[in-house]
């Protein structure tokens, strides 16, 4: 039989022990002669689902049967298909075994209708595992189609009360949270998600330039605390072109459509530069931007602590002409300046790597 031969090529050819599942034959007889040949193969156990190929879920498992086989065999008899009507705790699993003479049992349905079956201190109400089940599939961010599959399982008859079709008709782990009332547990998860992956990112990233076609990368993100209310990397940056007689700073900004993130390159000196990092805004983008290339000129950036440039000071001397507090001269300059700050190109949306231009996120400071 061809079965016999992959069970014996699979325990010759792995040094890993081997099982196997059958349904039982429509005699007795015919079952004990298949569990033996396939016993002379070498597999370490045999699992039995009690059902003949033609029947259902729903028919009553035949435990005869599987205590028959295993008492024909010496290698440990498995015994499924219990899960409708006899397995609904964690003692009937013991007693399952005990009826059909195996050494363990395998459950499948019974699992999947609520996982603290296998719990000794007793069954929990599913509807508090269902709870927790969906704080897992938030937390580690499991497909939303699987989650459905799991919690439709829970629901079981249930999955036409106001709940069940809430769960039905979601599409996602975000909606599955509205239905259980956790929707501000999946905000805060996601939260802690973006601030693991944004320190992640940065973390052994940052300060490491990275080729990316013609284009200098770094993992660099424009922190607005980090600066004086006056200061900008961008104006650092212009300032420096303007000294080398070289042509303004010209960025270039896309969108991608995913979670609307912005990312600028910035051309100086027919060279570009870009953050691999991605950023709320077009301004802060344009900022990252900077950053990267002034970082890769060795050129003051104006963060604060950073040793006083003659930009900080010029910045200084203009407010107090202004006669006004930093935050103030920081608008009112911002103002002023802002029409020849940059030079921008309109931003593009990337859709999956093709580019579209869009109208959103034009201003230039
Ligand atoms: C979602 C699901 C997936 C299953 N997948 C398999 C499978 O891949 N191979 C297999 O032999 N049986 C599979 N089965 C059948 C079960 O292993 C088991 O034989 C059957 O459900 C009877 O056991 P139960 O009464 O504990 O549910 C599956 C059952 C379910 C509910």
């Not at 935050?327 to 700050?341: F, N, T």
Request: charged share 30%; glycine share 6%; aromatic share 8%.
């Amino acid at each position: 039989m061809f079965s016999l031969q992959i069970l014996r090529k699979l325990v010759g050819g792995l040094n890993k022990p081997v099982t196997c599942k059958i349904r039982i034959l429509p005699s007795l007889e015919d079952t004990i002669s298949l569990v033996k040949r396939i016993e002379k193969t070498g597999v370490t156990a045999i699992a039995v689902h009690g059902r003949f190929k033609e029947e259902r879920p729903r028919h009553p498992v035949h435990c005869d049967y599987i205590q028959a086989v295993a008492k024909a065999v010496s290698i440990p008899i498995i015994a499924n298909g219990g899960s409708l009507d006899l397995v609904k705790t964690f003692s009937d699993i013991e007693e399952f075994r005990k009826a059909s003479g195996a050494s363990s049992v395998m459950l499948a349905r019974a699992a999947m209708w609520n996982p603290s079956v296998f719990s000794s201190k007793g069954l929990l109400p599913v509807e508090m595992v269902m709870e927790e089940y969906l704080k897992y599939a938030i937390r580690y961010d499991n497909h939303a189609f699987n989650t459905k599959y799991c919690l439709c399982q829970m629901l079981r008859d249930k999955v036409e009360t106001p709940q069940g079709k809430l769960v039905q008709a979601a599409q996602t782990n975000a909606e599955f949270s509205v239905a259980y009332g956790l929707h501000e547990y999946f905000q805060r998860v996601q939260e802690e998600h973006q601030n693991k992956r944004d320190a992640l990112q940065s973390h052994g990233l940052q300060d490491r330039p990275i080729m990316d076609g013609d284009v200098l990368t770094m993992a660099v993100k424009f922190e607005r605390r980090e600066y004086p209310p006056q200061i900008t990397p961008k104006m650092f940056l212009l300032e420096w072109s303007r000294k080398e007689k070289l042509e303004q700073p010209f960025y270039e900004t896309v969108q991608r459509t995913q979670d609307r993130g912005f990312q600028s390159t910035v051309t100086v000196a027919e060279k570009k530069y870009r953050s691999s990092l991605w950023e709320k805004s077009k301004k802060f983008a344009e900022q990252a931007a900077a950053i990267v290339c002034l970082r890769m000129l060795g050129i003051p950036e104006g963060r604060l602590g950073e040793e006083d440039s003659g930009l900080v000071g010029k910045r200084k001397r203009e407010m107090k002409r202004l006669n006004c507090t930093d935050e103030e001269g920081g608008k009112k300059r911002h103002l002023v300046d802002s029409p020849e700050e940059t030079k921008t190109k309109k931003t593009e949306l990337v859709t999956n790597g093709n580019l579209h231009t869009s109208n959103s996120e034009q201003n230039n400071s």
